[in-house]
């Protein structure tokens, strides 16, 4: 993605939105597997969310 003039194109802003929406949501679905089997390592965490998040 190149940007011109500092300014991101409207494609590159749908894109970004996109991605930063899909980050929050399996940053929140992450939440309640830490809390519930207070699993706080992080390739634990990978390992046991892996399939979940996918």
């Given at each position: 993605?190149?940007?011109?003039?500092g300014q991101a194109k409207?494609?590159?802003?749908?894109?970004?939105?996109?991605?930063?929406?899909?980050?929050?949501?399996?940053?929140?679905?992450?939440?309640?597997?830490?809390?519930?089997h207070c699993v706080w390592?992080?390739?634990?965490?990978q390992r046991g969310t892996?399939?979940?998040?996918?």
């Amino acid at each position: 993605m190149e940007l011109s003039g500092g300014q991101a194109k409207p494609r590159q802003e749908g894109s970004l939105a996109a991605l930063c929406s899909a980050y929050a949501e399996a940053s929140n679905r992450l939440v309640s597997v830490v809390r519930e089997h207070c699993v706080w390592k992080r390739v634990a965490l990978q390992r046991g969310t892996y399939t979940l998040l996918h």
